[in-house]
Nanobody
Framework: QLQLVESGGGLVQPGGSLRLSCAAS????????IGWFRQAPGKEREGVSC????????NYADSVKGRFTISRDNAKNTVYLQMNSLKAEDTAVYYC?????????????????????WGQGTQVTVSS
């Protein structure tokens, strides 16, 4: 069964850090562009970051640039999202998604509709 599983969410104080993981089972992520998305209560889903198949290229939403870092370890079939200097407005359910497309993410990340496989999400709450 093809599956993406996120982990690493939790409750953290403002200014703190979390590292989210996205592990694939049943398929290899080597040929997939991976994206992280988030959805806060009452808000639309928004793209956070994406990483190319090789890991050479990354892109970020303006709201997280300089604070979040996406990376991948294809040997472990896992993608990570390191989140530093967290703010209350980062509170959301975070999802990873995989897309088997050829895409130049240097211009922008693929849209959510371009991703065919999604995880179940992990809750991140930033609060004092």
């Amino acid at each position: 069964q093809l599956q993406l599983v996120e982990s690493g969410g939790g409750l953290v104080q403002p200014g703190g850090s979390l590292r989210l993981s996205c592990a694939a089972s049943g398929f290899t992520l080597d040929y997939d562009t991976i994206g992280w998305f988030r959805q806060a209560p009452g808000k639309e889903r928004e793209g956070v970051s994406c990483i190319s198949r090789s890991g050479r290229y990354t892109n970020y939403a303006d709201s997280v640039k300089g604070r979040f870092t996406i990376s991948r370890d294809n040997a472990k079939n896992t993608v990570y999202l390191q989140m530093n200097s967290l703010k209350a407005e980062d509170t959301a359910v975070y999802y990873c998604a995989a897309a088997q497309i050829v895409w130049d993410i240097r211009s922008r990340c693929p849209r959510g509709t371009d991703f065919g496989s999604w995880g179940q999400g992990t809750q991140v709450t930033v609060s004092s």
